[in-house]
């Protein structure tokens, strides 16, 4: 699909439930996990997801994100949880 490990990462997390893989073409979930990656280094400091007021800051501008892309919103609070794990991961193993 021509993504990074950590796109693919969010890619999948976006992709999860059933429901947004119908509304949505893979080419938008695509740029949306490139944003969210872009949106994630452009916005942690040090430790950010070992801080609550930064990790509520992380959140909200994930929420942000997917609301512009229109994401189903019941399905927004498991996605902003998949995201916010995978980018833990990823600052955890030096990824991102």
Do not use: C
């Amino acid at each position: 699909m021509q993504l990074t490990p950590e796109e693919q990462a969010f890619y999948d997390a976006l992709a999860k439930p059933e429901l947004v893989k119908q509304h949505y073409a893979s080419e938008v979930l695509r740029e949306m996990a490139k944003n969210l990656l872009e949106l994630i280094k452009e916005n942690k400091t040090p430790d950010w997801y070992k801080r609550n007021d930064a990790r509520a800051n992380m959140r909200d501008l994930i929420k942000r994100l997917l609301k512009e892309y229109k994401y189903p919103p019941d399905e927004i609070p498991e996605a902003i949880d998949l995201v916010i794990q995978q980018a833990e991961l990823q600052m955890e193993n030096g990824m991102t």
